[in-house]
């Protein structure tokens, strides 16, 4: 048995966790801070893995003065005692991985075979996937806003699964000649007929030079590469504990999220399952992490989007500009609709309220407890876009707290206002508010 499931934790308690493996997932439409909690959590279990996404995603974490900003790696990568995990789920740009990698082991943090495990299943990003993206949506009338990592490219190769390569196939130097090779011919001819179609310049990719690029990669990423899939099911036989890290977020999933304005992965709590080989029964705690607020990136309807002063000020104190892109976040009040249908789909059991400080100082604070649509009240969280793009917000106004409130180490140190306000949320959504965070340092927050 492991210390996780042994020893008597106080995190865990503070969070109502029980003994076994945890899913931390975000609620929103991604940026909602999970970095910091699987950061402070990855301490208390033994693998840390992700499951789903790719270099989409952006992980902050602030370790004293040090900010490492992660896309591909594990925040549990911080701990030099665990096991990270990058399951089949995760789509994979070797290029950005090593990147990553180099950038950890030249600060002095442990990145190797003994603490980083990657999926032989996992799917590659290669160069032309992320032109692909891009190619796709600057020619669409309806572009989604991507980041331009590859990433819909990539899960979209995976479907179709003429011209896709997994991990497991770089690690033979002839199997990889042979795939990159065959896939870069096909991606030449579609590609470079897309591209003159729209009247482009097309300069064809160069199979040799990813094939080198690719073969010193692999000398990195090689000796890492596995069957994530059994090592995991040894580990939860021998009693370990796993934290699954959800890249991007709920309302981002394919299936579940605000279609066609998502990405191309389950990024709800579910996706744990199918994107790891881990059966839902094996997982007791969701972690649901919502901002304080609202925030989105890229394209898409947002009920409670601020186009005024307040929302440029939550934009600014929260310091709201994406990890990836750098792109500015629309920000708006919590949309408490949108979290009750999010909170069902992930199925958490709590919640984590981050960036709760940023609203510190303002008048008063609004929750969207209900949708109309054409005028009408709606009780559901509308599965199309076009209707989603149609509902005006109900708002509950409530007091404003005043900051700051970063010392507060729990719960009930936070201001009267502050505290009502995360009942509110509690209350509306029927899960426990657990944490909260009152700064972007690791140990800035409020529990228990
Ligand atoms: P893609 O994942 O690059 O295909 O982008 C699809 C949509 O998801 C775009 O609106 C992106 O801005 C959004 N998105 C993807 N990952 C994240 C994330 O981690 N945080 C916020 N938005 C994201």
Redo the contacts with the bound molecule.
Sequence with gaps: MTAAQTTPSPVLDKLRLTPGHATIVGLQ???EGKGKVVDMLAAEYDLVARYN?GA???HTVVVEDQTYKLHLIPSGILYPDKMNVLGNGVVIDPAQLVKEITGLRERGIKADATNLAISDRAHVVLPYHPYE?KLLEETSASP??????G??PCYADKALRLNAIRMGDLTDPAKRRAAITRVVAFKNTTLGALAKAHGRDFTPFDAEAIIQATESHMAVLGPMVTDTASMMHLATDAGQSVLFEG???TL?DIDHGTYP????SNCSSLGAHTGTGTPGHQVPNIIGIAKAYQTR????PMPTELTDATGDRIREVGREY?T?TGRPRRCGWIDLVALRYTTRVSGATVLCVMLLDVLADLPELKCCVGYTLDGEPIDHFPAGCDALARVGPVYQTLPGFKGPIDGCKTLADLPENARKYLDFIADYLGVPVVLASVGPGRTQTAMG
């Design positions: 439409w991604g940026d996404g989409n995603a952006g993206d989604i806003g991507t980041t331009g990592r990433i819909g890249a991007n977020a981002l304005f998502v990405t191309s990136v890229g394209e898409g994406g990836t």
